[in-house]
């Protein structure tokens, strides 16, 4: 019995020195602090009702006015359910890391035997000496695991955020294109009545009339899909962002925002992303975990398994006798086949698969980090040529034209064929916005993490090299 | 006739301080220029014999100077501006600081030696178009003569065996030179008094140019479709008005050079066509009318008493030509609702106008043009709008005007009674429906 109570102190000594317990938020200040810090949002885990309550007011007020990126992002921060799941899943590893980091409980055995007039009965108490051993090595890698989970939230959190800034301003760029083929159908419907009104006076032949009421008809079916392309990414940033019911009734704003005076300066692009990549660090403390646990290798790889029980046997004799008897079974596991070796190769292996991930991972941030900057100074300088050259060009040829109409050089007809092309350029200008704002979102993910999956970059750079230009 | 050729001494010394670059050489006479678009005071004869000076339209006559029995004249061939009219200003060639170059005047006889001068960016000549002279003074480049190089003086010397109304303009790149406004007008005056001597005489050539809206430059590719049918390179309301006075003979000489005919007209009065660029028509082959044709490369002098005072229309009468820029690649609007056509104006063109659903008139409206463009009809008179341009102006026949007076007299003063008036109470027309004629015919 002294045995066993000294082995239980064992235990609960080196239990304390490896010994974690649950934090009071799940670990969730610290996704809060990366998150909050990049994208200036707060970030909540909704668990009770005050949460809910907290959120549910915090989400009117910011519906209640025209939705800006940043509100969406905040709104979908509060609200998206995935994000939540993923914030739970952290709550979840932490309770894996408090697991880990506990001694390995000891093992209690009762064992009686009775026949013919005899009884024996065994008391064991067993406990794992090597899982205690290594305990804060295991305890180690087990919190480098769960900051690890922290930082898997925070990149989740940082994708969302990412992607609900892509979608608000696809959304807002889709309302503004309708905004602008509404007026351009009123426009042409008036034109259409009047080329119909043409062949009544016997102005206008048939072959005119339906020339002249073409872009009637083009520009609402073109209004049409507009209006259906812009209900869909209107949906994906509701999506996005958790919301039905009542909440759907916000606005967007009409048009996308002004472009910035002059563009983000970043001489340091690479050096910052590999900094600051979320998914960088991700790599990092994995690599951390596993080189703790090729030591945890290293250090096990002759004994495997080293049980200690303490026994305390009674014998009752058939003839009355009682014997007792007391001692200790040690139990361990040499890999006498391959004296630990396997184990060693498969811990080294796989962190020399993690090392070269991290490398890879590094070469590419850095490459995303400058094809992300040049890409966003490009989306600024072509934005910018049509704000500061195609669209005063335009509003010239557009003044002149109502002048020659005004004195009668030209055709009412001429206007027409003159607003289509106006029109042609306004929509090119409000693609080159939206590219800008996407590529935007897009350097800040290069930089900090949350980068586009591989299908959203693809439809930008389709709608980038093939700017609509009907 | 001293006393006139007093007064033309003082007129012949304006226009020598207004003179233009140097004197290349002793031997040369210089170069007057001209900086005015009104019409100048005639320019009485300072040497030589006699005559009567004619009064170039919006333009001037070309000092001379003798040198022994020769007349010696110098133009200078170079780039000039043109104001078509107030609001528009165009980029030519002419000569002397404007075009139409100033008119050249001599008396039959007269040995003539004009020395031109070459200031273009590309070579020219001279042809004197109509006057018969040798073949090598005809100034058709390579055929005739080397072309006159840019930088270069040629001199031209002639006899003016015949009198008559000609033309000058260039023979070397002509299509291009004329289009772009090289061109002037030769009077030769009768040493006798055939034909007779009148006392308003009148002259100007017609050119046509394509200037697009808010250019300068005309278009001198164009062939036909022509926006500026000028009078001496003015429309109207830039051309100066015809006054004589009541009573007086008048003549009008007119020369077309442009790519097509133009049926002159006079209102009020009836004309007689004396002369040709081919010389005087034979009395029995003068016939009275009101239009004439002036066909292209031609000259017609008109002759007629102005006996009927009032504000006369004078034009040609092909009508798109008493319009100036305008587009003709226009539907008509006439019948379409006003209404309507708001809608689809305002829709396209914010700060457009509405026009054209009952026909073009819009005469009193201020319609807003690109720069440099003139309105397509313009010009008010004292009863409102003339809505004319291009070829159009008025004769103005008024009592008590002085010999060489030829300023604006300003409107008609009608007698009371002797305009067309507004009948007080019209009831609709009465008309018949069976289609029988209105007038019965009495039964013999």
Request: neutral net charge; proline residues 6%; charged residues 20%.
């Amino acid at each position: 019995m002294q045995g066993t109570i000294r082995l239980a102190a064992l235990a609960a000594a080196l239990a304390l020195a490896g010994c974690a317990s649950f934090s009071a938020d799940g670990g969730m200040s610290a996704v809060a602090d990366i998150a909050g810090h990049i994208t200036g949002k707060e970030v909540a885990s909704v668990r009770g009702d005050d949460d809910a309550e907290r959120v549910r007011a915090a989400t009117r007020r910011l519906l209640a006015r025209p939705l800006s990126a940043d509100a969406a992002v905040q709104v979908a921060l509060f609200n998206n359910k995935g994000l939540q799941a993923a914030y739970s899943a952290l709550a979840l590893s932490e309770a894996d890391m408090v697991e880990a980091s506990l001694p390995p409980n000891p093992t209690f055995s009762l064992m009686r035997i009775s026949g013919d007039g005899a009884l024996e009965a065994e008391r064991q108490v067993a406990g794992d000496i090597l899982a205690l051993a290594t305990l804060p090595l295991r305890s180690e890698i087990a919190r480098e695991r769960f900051r690890q989970a922290q930082l898997k939230a925070a990149l989740a959190t940082l994708r969302l955020a990412a992607e609900v800034r892509r979608a608000q301003v696809r959304a807002v760029a889709a309302n503004e294109l309708v905004g602008l083929l509404v007026e351009a159908q009123s426009a042409a419907e008036a034109t259409a009545k009047l080329a119909s009104k043409l062949g009544e006076t016997g102005a206008l032949n048939r072959l005119d009339q339906a020339r002249e009421q073409v872009f009637y008809a083009e520009t609402t079916a073109e209004l049409a899909t507009a209006r259906r392309a812009a209900g869909s990414a209107r949906e994906r940033l509701i999506r996005l962002m958790g919301l039905w019911g009542d909440d759907l009734n916000f606005r967007l704003p009409d048009r996308l925002p002004a472009l910035p005076r002059r563009p983000l300066s970043q001489p340091f692009v690479e050096a910052d992303a590999v900094g600051h990549r979320i998914d960088l660090q991700v790599a990092r403390l994995e690599l951390t975990a596993l080189a703790t646990a090729l030591q945890l290798s290293e250090a096990t790889r002759f004994v495997t398994l080293l049980d200690l029980a303490g026994l305390d046997r009674k014998t009752v004799e058939p003839d009355g006798r009682v014997i007792r008897e007391r001692g200790y079974d040690v139990q361990f596991q040499i890999p006498i086949f391959d004296g630990g070796e396997v184990r060693v190769r498969q811990a080294a292996e796989t962190y020399n698969i993690a090392f070269n991930r991290l490398t890879e991972r590094a070469v590419t941030v850095r490459s995303e980090a400058r094809d992300a900057y040049r890409s966003y100074r490009a989306a600024f300088d072509i934005a910018g040529h049509y704000a500061r050259e195609v669209l005063p060009l335009r509003r010239i040829i557009s003044e002149e034209m109502q002048l020659r109409y005004s004195s009668m050089q030209v055709d009412i007809f001429a206007l027409l064929l003159e607003a289509r092309q106006r029109l042609a350029s306004r929509r090119a200008a409000i693609d080159a916005v939206r590219d800008f704002f996407l590529a935007e979102a897009e350097l800040s993910a290069a930089v900090n993490g949350g980068v586009a999956s591989g299908e959203d970059s693809a439809q930008q750079t389709a709608s980038a090299l093939a700017p609509s230009n009907d | 006739m001293l006393s006139r050729r007093t007064l033309l001494g003082s007129a012949a010394l304006a226009g020598a301080s207004a003179v233009s670059g140097r004197v290349q050489a002793a031997s040369i006479p210089e170069a007057p220029t001209m900086d005015k678009t009104v019409m100048q005071p005639p320019l009485h004869p300072s040497a030589g014999p006699d005559y009567q000076p004619v009064v170039t339209l919006n333009g001037w006559s070309l000092p001379f100077r003798m040198n022994g029995d020769w007349k010696e004249f110098h133009l200078v061939a170079e780039p000039v501006t043109r104001e078509f009219a107030p609001g528009m200003t165009t980029h030519l060639w002419g000569y002397n600081g404007q075009s139409p170059g100033p008119t050249i005047e001599a008396v039959e006889g007269d040995k003539l030696r004009i020395f031109v001068t070459n200031k273009l960016p590309e070579y020219t000549t001279v042809h004197w178009h109509g006057v018969i002279l040798p073949c090598g003074m005809d100034g058709v480049g390579g055929l005739t003569q080397p072309h006159i190089k840019p930088g270069k003086t040629f001199v031209y010397e002639f006899e003016m065996k015949h009198a008559g109304t000609f033309m000058y303009h260039p023979h070397a790149d002509e299509m291009v030179q004329m289009a772009m406004g090289m061109m002037g007008m030769i009077v030769v005056h009768p040493r006798d008094n055939l034909p007779p001597p009148v006392d308003r005489d009148f002259v100007f050539v017609m050119s046509t140019y394509r200037i697009e809206p808010g250019s300068y430059l005309p278009k001198v590719n164009e062939m036909t479709d022509f926006n500026m049918w000028t009078w001496n390179a003015r429309v109207f309301p830039g051309i100066d008005s015809l006054p004589v006075r009541l009573g007086d003979r008048v003549r009008i000489r007119i020369g077309n050079l442009t790519m097509t005919n133009h049926p002159i007209h006079l209102h009020g009065h009836k004309f007689k066509v004396i002369g040709t660029d081919g010389g005087w028509l034979p009395e029995t082959a003068q016939f009275p009318e009101t239009t004439t044709d002036v066909p292209v490369g031609a000259v017609r002098v008109l002759d007629f008493t102005a006996d009927n005072p009032g504000d006369w229309a004078f034009h040609c009468h092909k009508s798109h030509h008493t319009m100036n820029a305008m587009g003709h690649d226009m539907r008509n609007l006439i019948g379409v609702p006003r209404k309507e056509l708001a809608a689809a104006v305002g829709k396209l063109a914010p700060d457009g106008m509405v026009m054209g659903n009952t026909g073009m008139a819009m005469g009193n409206m201020e319609m807003p043009a690109p720069d440099n463009t003139l309105p397509m009809m313009t010009g008010s008179g004292q009863f409102g709008p003339i809505e004319m341009g291009g070829m159009f102006t008025t004769v103005k026949v008024r009592e008590g005007l002085a010999r060489d007076d030829y300023r604006d007299p300003g409107p008609y003063q009608f007698p009371k009674g002797t305009v067309a008036y507004e009948v007080a109470s019209a009831p609709e027309p009465v008309r018949r429906s069976d289609g029988a004629p209105t007038q019965v015919r009495t039964q013999r």
